[in-house]
């Protein structure tokens, strides 16, 4: 063997080793799988009560992007699920009619009817609202129990009232936390003013409670012979300071350490589009929802309730029947207005010429025109739009389970008149039925799965509901590697299970795969085994084209290293992972937390310290005052770059401060007071603007004085340039971003980018991405061409490209591929700095090459096509060229100079050759899968690969 | 692609590195979980050492005021909300892009008593101020009464003469000013019918107009200009009824009003522009497909008689052209003692906040009343528009109308139809 053999063979045995080591995935099922119910939860602290507004949840609905979205490359599968797939009870969930019938009493009772409002003794009136979105009353009745009476719009009586009843019940029945609510009927002596009663004035402003109050407000509301009225009765919880407002669809709560799985991923929120579908709540989103503080089991936890379904069914936003686009058209959508506008009124979609009975208590609601596909909620939700077929199909199974009867059960809580009921019912089981029809096509309906003596069997639930005919399956075994994750090799067909997986271990895994007419469309059953047999522990259910987006990128290698930091920027971390630790129970040193964070963590801490240890304060007599740093106590936390938080809770630093920072500041001449922060910096409203021109930092002080928030604008803040130039954005703090780095070392000299060297210098836009952008149009499979034999010449350098990585990675035809190298390339073999080494000939490169590729391409394993082995990244510089071709989603091509190529070359002393360059860019779609670059030109009229880099992912 | 790696490396390691990159930062000692529930409780474990308070951000609070501050009501009343308020639109047409401050207090008196106050101008010079004062707690289900009292301004109203046929090259302005204040009390007789009362004072004055124009005096003899020049006080009292089954008066889509009023002036110091008014108002909206489309029609006559020997001033002349009638036509293009317009109007839905429209006017000014009501010798224009929604109002209109007399822009901030009551 030669020395170079040698070298390199040592070279991967320790790379090889390294990286097994340095990667520790999860197993894909653990020995307690499948979990039914959530753990116990962890207890929470006191928390304080957070409202949002209905207006800004809609405009930011409808204008901003909330939450995470499936990048381009792939789908994020649904959390908060077990190996199964069901969601487990919990906090936010409990299944009930989906998984055990309920019976058509517990139907009827819904959350319970144990405690409706007594009548012995009037309801004592505590709160009026008579105008307003929301008008109600709160009451307490002989028990002392609390109800929030909410009333039918006048001409409408059973429209709202209904609705409320109706869905609540099937929120109920669905598995969701719903409160209590009852329909009551009341006349006007029911109701007494509270002496200490308010009421809220039609100009919004609490005053004393007037009898007026009351009357007004039944002025409102329709009664059905003039003297009774009819209400729903919503019993608050007894704890009265546990509402804790609502939760959003998308994030976590922060102060939560339960809630782990971001709400827009969360499979009830997600299938929670098909009921809200269903049940035609159009309105379904944040503002319906309360988070509860509640003690259950002995340990506090937040429970998460829907409630206010008064805009369901038939029932309207604006307070009478619907306008019949609810449901059927967002609240803004500009591509339905277009087509709208330009149909000049011709265009009538089938929803617009729906029958309906024109009865008051039903409003617009029916099932002949309902397309559960098409549906739509008034506003963009975060977790619908991130719905996935295995969701819908986990929703419209429950949807299913409803026989008519337990839906004629339930309307009937709506307390409708005998023609209303009837209307209703059959609208819901119209629609009902085509949910079935139109989710469970979107995977292999299968469900009920079952080990019957050692034949696994299973229920097609559309062969079941009636919508499709029986129909043959296939079933394939085989084994299953869990701590890869991976499937291995085929051991039998059939329904029975196979001998070769009787041999497994106890312990060990086996998987079925089982699919009808399209293979794609299959559902994958894994069988753990144990001493006596074999438990089904695991499902899932594919569709085509259904590519899991990898993982997100790995820590950097060459990431800011802690060492590098100054001493007192390191005593600083310090003080954060001390605290970090203590929290966690965990024990990393200064070093590995640092390495830990993300790259925006980093450079926000890096880049405020240094911000901050060079800015030298003074008083107004010239004394040292100190730097600012030297104010700073400790580090409470790093907040980087989180995506959908808002530019004020991004690139800042949150810190204890020394008591007498306050007075310092107040006497620098280097810091000024500015305007009180009375809409950002929520909880540090003293603002202290360094002096100066931008960029400055801004340290923003709590009531106390010992804490603050702390970061760096690179933008104006003053009106109007700063609602013009970024400052209202998180590119404003974001030391990365366009030229805030050279603003950075403009006033803060000695300032390291240490992230451009492999990242670039970010865009405005890909602020919002922390590394390289995954995002792509379009994860579809992009069919590939024919093989073409060997030796053929493509004309175009993306077919070259495509030619050279399917014969590579796909068919593994190494031979062929290598066709393609130039002779130049040849030089990027040559091993290391020794100057003894002797660069490999043709015959040589070609070999150690081929070894290469062999041993790439067993990395990625098996791929069907370029999809999934790669996937194409987007250039950081909004002007590079790129090639449209065929096969963008898989790899970036871009035009490149012989000047912009030269960097590039294996052999730097090559002659200028005046040549058109082509770079090919992709990362390998695996765990930890990085990025390479090739380098194509022509020579002898043939696409040739002169040169190739790894790139750092 | 990145630049500055060396050429001379090994690449089999560089390579590698690109399938294996998966060099993260070594986990300290702990335990891997061994259970799903383990690997739960790490997560859950991460959290707790990242948690934050989750706190409420002082916008929420502002614009939940807002909308606490009567906004619903206000938008469907056309009075805007409670407190400080931007005001647009408003003033006699022609004026100029009209902008304006306003306050209003719907809950004085323990809810008895509401007013609002605006003041608002154009560019132009035209201004207004006014102060609406509504007695809401002598009002029940069947009673209401309104106390309005407005000063404006408006430095250049057109004048083509009076006539059908009156020419364009007539075009010569005004200067008006009106103080004006009055008191309303209607009944709700039966459902949707209310009768009224109505009572009150005006202060008229004129002068002439816009520099660009040869002065109004000049142009026209004093016999055609009845009271230009002068300030004249007026008292006038009518009364009104109407059928009103508008399901919004805002941004009606279904029902209709049919309604008169009668008004009678009295020029208090001359006696010499004595008269009575009548006006007549039909519409009705006639939706289908669900309301995704609306026919709208509407038919309105103004009838002035002056006493004996006594003139109708011509500055309340009823006149047509402008934003909310015969579109296609400058503001006040025709003018006479009496009046008659008929509209129509086919709406659709393009989104839930806006609607796209095309319409047809017609309509005529005569001297004499027996050929008011006859459709004939109409002026007609026609267009599309749309126009935008807040809850059930329209609070924006933009129509692009054309006639023989050319093609004109409306922008406004209500919508078509209004009743002159």
Known sequence: ?953 | MNAGRHASSVGAVMLLLAIDSAARAQEPATNVPATRAEAIADARDDKVAELWPERQSPLVNKVNALVERGFKEGLDSGRGANGPQIVLGGMRPGQGFTAGVGYRRSDLWRERLGYRATARGTLQGAYLLDFDLDFQGLRTERTSMRWYTKFESSPDIDFYGQGNSSPKENHTSYAYDDLTSDFDAAFRAARHVRLGFTGGYLHAHTARGHDDFPPIDESFAPKDIPGFGESTDYTRMGAFVDFDFRDSPTGPRRGGMYGMRYREYWDVARGTFAFRQTEYELQQYLPYFNGGRIVALRAALVLSFPKEENAVPVYLLPTLGGNDDLRGFGGYRFRDSHALYLGAEHRWHVTSNLEMAAFVDGGKVVPLKRDAVDPTNLNFSGGFGFRVRARSAVVSRTDFAFSREGFRIVWTFSDIYKPRW
């Open chain 1, 1 to 953: 063997m030669t020395s170079f053999r040698l070298t390199a063979a040592i070279i991967l045995l320790a790379i090889a080793r390294v990286a097994t080591q340095g990667t520790a995935p999860s197993p894909r099922f653990y020995p307690d799988d499948p979990l039914r119910s959530e753990p116990t939860p962890l207890p929470v602290a006191d928390l304080q009560p957070r409202a949002l507004s209905d207006l800004l949840e809609r405009v930011n609905n409808t204008f901003k992007t909330r939450g995470q979205r499936h990048p381009g490359n792939g789908v994020i599968p649904a959390g908060g699920v077990n190996s199964l797939g069901e969601v487990m009870d919990g906090d936010w969930y409990v299944n009930r009619h989906g998984t055990r019938r309920m019976t058509q009493e517990e139907l009827r009772r819904g959350a319970g009817d144990a405690n409706p409002p007594g009548t012995l003794t009037p309801w004592r009136v505590l709160v009026v609202r008579a105008y307003g979105v929301s008008p109600g009353l709160l009451i307490a009745d002989e028990k002392n129990d609390l109800y929030l009476l909410r009333l039918d719009p006048l001409g409408y009586e059973g429209l709202a009232t209904g609705a409320e009843m109706v869905t609540s019940h099937f929120l109920y029945a669905l598995g969701y936390h719903v409160p209590e609510n009852y329909l009551v009927r009341f006349e006007r002596p029911q109701l007494v003013a509270h002496p200490e009663g308010q009421a809220v004035s039609s100009a919004g402003k609490p005053r004393e409670l007037l009898v007026s109050d009351i009357d007004a407000l039944l002025r409102r509301a329709p009664s059905t012979d003039g003297r009774t009225y009819r209400a729903v009765a919503t019993r608050l919880p007894d704890a009265r300071g546990s509402l804790l407002g609502p939760f959003q669809m998308w994030g976590t709560r922060s102060d939560d350490p339960n809630d782990i799985v971001p709400h827009e991923h969360r499979r009830e929120l997600r299938g929670l589009f098909v009921f809200s579908a269903w049940l035609n709540h159009s309105e379904a989103g944040a503002i319906g929802t309360q988070d509860v503080l509640t003690a259950a089991d002995g340990v506090r936890r937040i429970r998460h309730y829907l409630g206010n379904s008064t805009r369901s069914l038939g029932s309207g936003v604006l307070g009478g029947p619907k306008d019949v686009w609810e449901g059927n058209e967002k609240f803004l959508d500009v591509g339905t207005a277009k087509r709208n506008m330009t149909s000049l009124g011709v265009r009538t979609p089938g929803w617009m010429k729906a029958k309906y009975p024109g009865l008051a208590e039903v409003g617009t609601f029916e099932g002949q025109t309902f397309d559960p596909a098409a549906w739509t909620p008034s506003q963009t939700i975060a977790a619908f739009e991130n719905r996935l077929p295995d969701d819908t199909f986990w929703a419209a199974r429950q949807v299913m389970a409803f026989t008519d009867e337990d839906i004629r059960t339930i309307v009937r809580t709506g307390g409708y008149t005998q023609a209303g009921e009837d209307w209703i019912t059959a609208a819901l089981i119209e629609r009902r039925n085509r949910i079935g029809r139109t989710f469970f096509g979107g995977v292999l309906p299968l469900d009920r799965f079952r080990l019957n003596g050692n034949t696994l069997e299973f229920d097609d639930l559309a062969v079941v509901h009636g919508i499709s005919a029986p129909r043959q399956y296939t079933i394939d075994w085989h084994r299953f590697d869990n701590a890869k994750d991976a499937l291995l090799d085929t051991i039998g067909t059939g329904p029975a299970i196979p001998p070769a997986a009787a041999a497994t271990p106890a312990g060990g895994y086996t998987a079925a795969r089982i699919y009808a007419e399209n293979v794609e469309l299959h559902v994958t059953a894994y069988l753990r085994r144990r001493a006596d047999g074999f438990d089904i522990v695991g499902l899932d259910r594919a569709w085509p084209a259904k590519v899991i987006a990898p993982p997100a990128p790995p820590r950097q290698v060459n990431q800011r290293i802690f060492a590098d930091l100054t001493g007192r920027q390191q005593e600083l971390f310090k003080t954060y992972i001390d605290s970090y630790n203590q929290a966690r129970g965990s024990k990393y040193s200064p070093e590995e937390g640092f390495n830990r964070l993300t790259v925006s963590e980093q450079s926000t801490f890096y880049g405020i310290t240094h911000a901050l240890s060079h800015t030298d304060m003074t008083d107004a007599t010239g004394a040292s005052l100190g730097t600012a740093l030297d104010r700073i106590e400790s580090v409470d936390r790093i907040a980087g770059q989180y995506a959908g938080r808002g530019g004020d809770e991004q690139f800042r630093l949150y810190v204890n401060l020394k008591p007498d920072t306050r007075d310092i500041l107040e006497k620098s001449q280097q810091f000024f007071r500015d305007h009180e922060n009375t809409v950002y910096h929520v909880g540090y409203p003293h603002s202290y603007r360094q002096a100066g021109k931008e960029p400055n930092l801004q340290m923003s002080l709590a009531d106390d004085g010992l804490k603050a928030d702390i970061d760096v604008d690179y933008r104006a803040s003053r009106s109007p340039r700063g609602l013009f130039n970024g400052h209202m954005t998180s590119a404003n703090s974001d030391i990365r971003v366009g030229e805030n780095t050279t603003l950075h070392r403009g006033r803060w000299g000695g300032f390291i980018a240490f992230w451009q060297d492999t990242f670039g210098r970010l865009g405005e836009e890909e602020a919002s991405r922390d590394l390289i952008d995954f995002d792509r149009p379009d994860a579809r499979v992009t069919p590939l061409p024919s093989d073409r034999p060997r030796g053929a010449s493509p004309e175009r350098i993306e077919d070259a490209a495509q030619e050279f990585l399917t014969d590579w990675l796909v068919r593994h035809q190494y031979q062929e591929a290598l066709d393609v190298l130039s002779p130049r390339a040849y030089a990027c073999l040559v091993v290391g700095k020794d100057s003894r080494s002797v660069p490999l000939d043709a015959g040589g490169a070609r070999r150690e090459l081929l070894s290469l590729m062999e041993y790439a391409a067993a990395k990625l394993g098996t791929r069907a096509n370029l999809t999934s082995a790669m996937v194409a990244l987007t250039p950081r510089d909004p002007k590079r060229v790129v090639v449209d071709h065929p096969f963008k989603q898989e790899f970036l091509l871009t035009p490149l100079t012989e000047a912009e190529a030269r960097p590039y070359f294996c052999d730097k002393a090559a002659t200028s050759t005046g040549a058109q360059y082509y770079g090919v860019v992709f990362q390998f779609r695996t765990a930890g899968g990085g990025v390479l670059g090739l380098l194509w030109t022509r020579e002898q009229n043939q696409w040739k690969l002169v040169s190739y880099q790894p790139l750092a992912p």
